[in-house]
């Protein structure tokens, strides 16, 4: 049992390259989430989905696409990178069950820089 | 929107001693939940604590327990016994009990160091 596995673990891009970042869950996860992490920012929701086939934006979208075409995979694209995108990337899964106990489980983080 | 505050950006704590590390948010919701998650210099989150709004009483896991005040809206997570393995950064998340999709939002972490 993996949990959530992020693929890369690091990756570093030029100005106005594209890339997709992919998240694979094995728990049978109805809900994902992508943020960012910034210093001194906390993390951020980027996009999240609540069920295969679905997306919805979250805090920062603007940049970023992302696609839940099967259930234990959701990706983030970046289209045109830009050096405001260097970041680090979580990934995240939850049951969708009510309650507090419907904890989000996180990736290792993909650390991203763009020159 | 809610939103949470974590206003000590670094404590540092004695090994053995006790620390506590602050959150504030806000929120015009009465149902919620609380989290303390721990970032170790490995980059995992990992969940600490979690405390149900309704619940007066405080949570508590080993070594680690929370103030919960809900009229103050801050909610502190204590550690109690330091060790060095506690060193990381220290995130306190909110999340509605409405809505869909248990959206957590963060706050911007306290890096806590422990000495020897």
């Known amino acids: 049992n993996a949990g959530v596995t992020q693929t890369p673990k690091f990756r570093v891009l030029k100005t106005g390259q594209s890339m997709t970042l992919l998240c694979a869950q094995d728990m049978n996860h109805e809900y994902m989430y992508w943020y960012r992490q910034d210093p001194g920012m906390g993390l951020r929701l980027i996009h999240y989905?609540?069920?295969?086939?679905?997306?919805a934006k979250g805090e920062v979208p603007d940049g970023y696409n992302v696609s839940r075409l099967k259930k234990q995979n959701f990706l983030l694209g970046l289209e045109s990178a830009a050096p405001s995108q260097t970041s680090v990337y979580f990934c995240?899964?939850?049951?969708?069950?009510?309650?507090?106990?419907?904890?989000?489980?996180f990736g290792p983080g993909t650390r991203l820089t763009v020159l | 929107a809610q939103t949470v505050t974590q206003s000590q950006p670094e404590m540092s704590v004695q090994e053995a001693e006790t620390v506590t590390l602050s959150c504030t948010y806000d929120t015009s919701e009465s149902d919620y939940y609380l989290f303390w998650y721990k970032q170790p210099p490995s980059r995992q989150m990992i969940l600490v604590i979690r405390q149900e709004a309704y619940k007066q009483q405080n949570a508590t896991e080993n070594r680690f327990s929370v103030n919960f005040q809900k009229a103050a809206k801050s909610f502190s997570l204590k550690i109690s016994d330091s060790q060095l393995g506690d060193a990381a950064m220290y995130f306190c998340a909110y999340r509605s009990t409405t809505g869909t999709a248990s959206k957590l939002t963060f706050g911007t972490g306290t890096r806590l160091q422990v000495t020897l």
């Open positions: 995240a899964s939850s049951g969708g069950r009510v309650g507090p106990y419907n904890e989000q489980f």
């Open positions: 989905s609540v069920g295969e086939g679905t997306t």
